[in-house]
C-alpha cells in the first residue's frame, strides 16, 4: 500500500511559478513509478509528468520546456516545478503511483496504470 499526499497548489498570474509536492508513504514508498495528472472541469484527466524508478522521465508536450518533474527518494517526494505557468495549467494536480519499472515498456500517460492516487491540489492561473 502506498499513500500519497500533495501539497503546493495556489493561485497565480499566468507567467508566474508553482511548486508541488507530492509525499509518499507505506512499505513501498521507494520502489514506484510516481507521475503527475491534472484535470480541468469538463475535461479528461490528463497526464503531466512522470518519473520512474530507473530515472525515466516523461513530459506531456504542452508542459515540456516549463515544468520540471524530481523525485528525492530519501524523503519519497516528488516534485514538480512550474514555471511560465498558462490559464491552461489550471486544475487539480493529482499525484499518481504504479508499478516502478512499467514505463519502459507502457505510456506513462494512463490513468489506469496507476494504482495509488493522491486527493488532489487545486492550481488557479489567471490572465
Known amino acids: 500500500q502506498v499513500q500519497l499526499q500533495e501539497s503546493g497548489g495556489g493561485s497565480v498570474q499566468a507567467g508566474g511559478s508553482l511548486r508541488l509536492i507530492c509525499t509518499a508513504s507505506?512499505?513501498?514508498?521507494?520502489?514506484?513509478?510516481m507521475a503527475w495528472f491534472r484535470q480541468a472541469p469538463g475535461k479528461e484527466r490528463e497526464g503531466v509528468a512522470s518519473?520512474?524508478?530507473?530515472?525515466?522521465?516523461n513530459y506531456a508536450d504542452s508542459v515540456k520546456g516549463r515544468f520540471t518533474v524530481s523525485r528525492d527518494a530519501a524523503k519519497n517526494n516528488m516534485y514538480l516545478q512550474m514555471n511560465d505557468l498558462k490559464p491552461d495549467d489550471a486544475g487539480t494536480y493529482y499525484c499518481?503511483?504504479?508499478?516502478?519499472?512499467?514505463?519502459?515498456?507502457?505510456?506513462?500517460?494512463?490513468?489506469?496504470?496507476?494504482?495509488?492516487w493522491g486527493q488532489g491540489t487545486q492550481v488557479v492561473v489567471s490572465s
Open positions: 499518481a503511483a504504479g508499478p516502478g519499472g512499467m514505463t519502459q515498456w507502457l505510456s506513462w500517460n494512463r490513468p489506469g496504470l496507476f494504482n495509488y
Open positions: 507505506g512499505n513501498s514508498a521507494s520502489d514506484v513509478c
Open positions: 518519473i520512474d524508478t530507473d530515472g525515466r522521465l
